[in-house]
């Protein structure tokens, strides 16, 4: 399984980018998949996740700017990042959940496969 993010780049705050992550797994519509970022010297935390059955889920922390899709036909999920902030600023991983459902969509143990990530810096 592999897992390619891109999108990421230089946004002035206020701006708006989006994440494009392309995955090589079987029976892509049957998975969750989820978005985390890890920003420089923190953890890396829990962004939002769109279920096989296009549930979509947001931290507190992005609920209202960002917008997670999926494109089955294309073995890809979007996250559309709006208003964006110099705190979102960080690292942006998407992973395969096979394991995830409603009540453990933040935890990283529900996600078995991982991207390399791709850079988003928010900053004027």
């Known amino acids: 399984v592999q897992l390619q993010a891109s999108g990421g780049g230089l946004a002035q705050p206020g701006g708006s980018l989006r994440l494009s992550c392309v995955a090589s797994v079987s029976n892509f519509d049957y998975h969750a998949i989820g978005w985390f970022r890890q920003a420089p010297g923190k953890e890396r935390e829990w962004v939002s996740c769109?279920?096989?059955?296009?549930?979509?889920y947001y931290a507190d922390s992005v609920k209202g700017r960002f917008t997670i899709s999926r494109d089955n036909a294309k073995n890809t999920v979007y996250l559309q990042m709006n208003s964006l902030r110099p705190e979102d600023t960080a690292v942006y991983y998407c992973a395969v959940g096979p394991s995830v459902i409603s009540s453990n969509v933040a935890s990283e143990t529900a996600y078995a496969y991982w991207g390399q990530g791709t850079l988003v810096t928010v900053s004027n």
């Open positions: 769109i279920s096989s059955s296009d549930s979509t």
